[in-house]
């Protein structure tokens, strides 16, 4: 019964979809905006230009994803403030990892990372 039950779980873990949504974006009194943005997605590493704000979702991913933002940006003194969110299902997303980069970042970019864990 209890190997039954384990398995059953495991099998339902299995068949869950799991979505990645990164968001981006750069503050600062000077110009500039984000370079560019790279992401890890269903399909391997994608790469986008945009302005100030980066807003993306993928998936279905798998459950052993690890989500990855690498974000470029020229601006001169600027805050570079990444989110990744994740989702099971048809749940909520749910923030998972936030951080700050002092810019610019076009020499050493700001990297997050989240490896799936629900």
Known sequence: MLVTTVLLTGCERLNVRYYIRYEVDVNTNYTGD?????????????????????????????????????AYTSAYQADVNVRIYACRGEESFVLKRTATFKGPTDRYPGILEYAIDF
């Not at 399909?43 to 945009?50: E, I």
């Not at 302005?51 to 279905?60: I, L, Q, R």
């Open 34 to 70: 984000i370079s560019f943005i790279t992401v890890n997605t269903e399909y391997g590493a994608q790469s986008f230009n945009t302005g100030k704000y980066f807003s993306e979702t993928f998936g279905p991913v798998t459950p052993n994803f690890v989500a990855k933002v690498i």
